[in-house]
T-cell receptor, first 116, second 113 residues
Framework: DAGVTQSPTHLIKTRGQQVTLRCSPK?????VSWYQQALGQGPQFIFQ???????QRGNFPDRFSGHQFPNYSSELNVNALLLGDSALYLC???????????????FGPGTRLTVL | AQSVTQLGSHVSVSEGALVLLRCNYS??????LFWYVQYPNQGLQLLLK??????LVKGINGFEAEFKKSETSFHLTKPSAHMSDAAEYFC???????????FGTGTRLTIIP
């Protein structure tokens, strides 16, 4: 059973460019969250997608947008890249069930984005 | 709003010694609490979690943590450190298990041979 996969593993862009990162959730999971982890920091929540809709959003500007496809995979898009966007971008997937049932979130290995 | 404070960005212990990593949280409602480990160039792996019930939680690799509501703490311990425990450790909180995780800034654990 494949876990959460992300592509690419590394990416180098220049300021002002746009980037798309991809995530495939663990088999059976229907919800994907994205986190940004700057160097030496803890991950910061960007947003979560469920049923192809943005369900929750953290404190990130509109330059950060996402999409979820019918097969539950997801993309993170960042426009007008800034030097400060350099970070490890982590994707996490989970199966959301009603009734307060807790299920573990599984994290992918991340995409390392460097903005020059 | 929830928040997490991890005391000590770097902790060094000798192999075989007790590991203690500190985490204090702030939450307006009873929280879900987590400890994750991150090895170099890898994603996050769940060590253990507190949802409801027993306040002493056992996790993988011999780690455990105790939820203390009165102290708003969720410290991580391991009786005897192993070289393979060297990694970055993150404490996290969420309102519900499926909601967003709010992480602390992490503690880098170094094991001295």
């Amino acid at each position: 059973d494949a876990g959460v996969t992300q592509s690419p593993t590394h990416l180098i862009k220049t300021r002002g460019q746009q980037v798309t990162l991809r995530c495939s959730p663990k088999s059976g999971h229907d919800t994907v969250s994205w986190y940004q982890q700057a160097l030496g920091q803890g991950p910061q929540f960007i947003f979560q997608y469920y049923e192809e809709e943005e369900r929750q959003r953290g404190n990130f500007p509109d330059r950060f947008s996402g999409h979820q496809f019918p097969n539950y995979s997801s993309e993170l898009n960042v426009n007008a890249l800034l030097l400060g966007d350099s970070a490890l971008y982590l994707c996490a997937s989970i199966l959301v069930q009603g009734g307060g049932v807790y299920n573990e979130q599984f994290f992918g290995p991340g995409t390392r984005l460097t903005v020059l | 709003a929830q928040s997490v404070t991890q005391l000590g960005s770097h902790v060094s212990v000798s192999e075989g010694a007790l590991v203690l990593l500190r985490c204090n949280y702030s939450s307006s409602v009873p929280p879900y609490l987590f400890w994750y480990v991150q090895y170099p160039n890898q994603g996050l792996q769940l060590l253990l979690k507190y949802t409801t019930g027993a306040t002493l939680v056992k996790g993988i690799n011999g780690f455990e943590a105790e939820f203390k509501k009165s102290e708003t703490s969720f410290h991580l311990t391991k009786p005897s450190a192993h070289m393979s425990d060297a990694a970055e450790y993150f404490c996290a909180v969420s309102l519900f298990g499926n909601e967003k995780l709010t992480f602390g800034t992490g503690t880098r654990l170094t094991i001295i041979p």
